[in-house]
């Protein structure tokens, strides 16, 4: 099995800045990338960042600019470096660990969310 944890979230004025943290745990496999999602109210769950077993990033471009993902292999950890947030970021945020396997198949495992809440 394997848990995710995120932690960082909070109450920020427009223009502040938060970092998240997602910390998997378990039976880790050594390829995987990581993500990091977000669900407003009302809203469709969204990919915000991305980062591959090589640390090949990317980010979706409302947040370019503004957000950065990066990770610790070691820590089996992933950073979301948010500035410049504005209240549309406004949303809980989910981590995501998708693990692959010698076979071919692949596994994703999300965690519980984080609230982000930016007030104008």
């Known amino acids: 099995q394997v848990q995710l944890v995120e932690s960082g979230g909070g109450l920020v004025q427009a223009g502040g800045s938060l970092r998240l943290s997602c910390v998997a745990s378990?039976?880790?496999?050594?390829?995987?990338?990581m993500g990091w999602y977000r669900q407003a109210p009302g809203k469709q769950r969204e990919l915000v960042a991305y980062?591959?077993?090589?640390?090949?990033?990317s980010l979706t471009d409302s947040v370019k600019g503004r957000f950065a993902i990066s990770r610790d292999n070691a820590k089996h950890t992933a950073y979301l470096q948010m500035n410049s947030l504005k209240p549309e970021d406004t949303a809980v945020y989910y981590c995501?660990?998708?693990?692959?396997?010698?076979?071919?198949?692949?596994?994703?495992?999300w965690g519980r969310g984080t609230q982000v809440t930016v007030s104008s």
């Open positions: 980062i591959t077993s090589v640390d090949t990033a």
């Open positions: 995501l660990i998708k693990m692959y396997f010698s076979n071919g198949a692949y596994s994703d495992y």
């Open positions: 378990g039976n880790i496999f050594p390829i995987n990338d």
